[in-house]
Nanobody
Framework: VQLQAYGGGLVQAGDSLRLSCAAS????????VGWFRQAPGHEREFVTA????????VYADSAKDRFTISRDVAKNTVYLQLNSLKPEDTAVYYC???????????????????WGQGTQVTVSS
């Protein structure tokens, strides 16, 4: 599976962005798609994830009420809507997927085999 993340940019606090993660290749191997982010000097952290077939979602506490994950199965694309952005949301955002990951492990980056290249989100105050 190949993933391509895009849609990042430079915005002001309070603005919105929609990130996209387009999948190609063995897309039938996708079981869960997750979004992670990594700020300079910090570890990669879980943001949200969605089950590819059933659509179940889960969010990190930092993403609840502001971020929304969704998918378009026909387009093999997962979206991350970022609302009410804050300067602390500044990071490179990555999407990832795996064919075998279990729901209880979706917050762990090491459990994902396939990663997109990341897209930079910068929020100015």
């Amino acid at each position: 599976v190949q993933l391509q993340a895009y849609g990042g940019g430079l915005v002001q606090a309070g603005d919105s962005l929609r990130l996209s993660c387009a999948a190609s290749g063995r897309t039938f191997d996708m079981r869960t798609v997750g979004w992670f982010r990594q700020a300079p000097g910090h570890e990669r952290e879980f943001v949200t994830a969605i089950r590819w077939r059933g659509g179940q979602t889960v969010y990190a506490d930092s993403a609840k009420d502001r971020f929304t994950i969704s998918r378009d199965v026909a387009k093999n694309t997962v979206y991350l809507q970022l609302n009410s952005l804050k300067p602390e949301d500044t990071a490179v955002y990555y999407c990832a997927t795996d064919a075998h990951i279990i729901w209880g492990r979706i917050r762990f980056p090491s459990d994902y085999d396939y990663w997109g290249q990341g897209t930079q989100v910068t929020v100015s105050s």
